[in-house]
């Protein structure tokens, strides 16, 4: 009787250890999907973060370019104010 135990316990131990080797495999896998899933997210928002700043920076700049052209107009009207 007690070699069939044995025998029953030698048998069932690579069975169970295939058997939590795939579960875990399966586990690590979805973990890295999550995260995955995660890691796209945020670099998403990064992405929109910079486009929004970009925009606000882009519209400055077009500012700053009209107060240069009406400075540089107003100069050479002070330059020449027979023109």
């Given at each position: 009787m007690i070699d069939y135990?044995?025998?029953?316990?030698?048998?069932?131990?690579?069975?169970?250890g295939i058997i939590t080797w795939i579960?875990?495999?399966?586990?690590r896998e979805q973990e890295f999907r999550a995260s995955e899933s995660d890691t796209l997210a945020k670099m998403q928002?990064?992405?929109?973060?910079l486009v929004s700043q970009n925009k606000a920076l882009y519209e400055e700049i077009l500012e700053l370019?009209?107060?240069v052209a009406n400075l540089t107009l107003e100069l050479?009207?002070?330059k020449n104010p027979n023109a």
């Open positions: 135990i044995a025998w029953a316990s030698l048998a069932l131990a690579p069975i169970t579960a875990g495999r399966k586990q928002s990064t992405i929109d973060l370019r009209r107060q050479d009207i002070q």
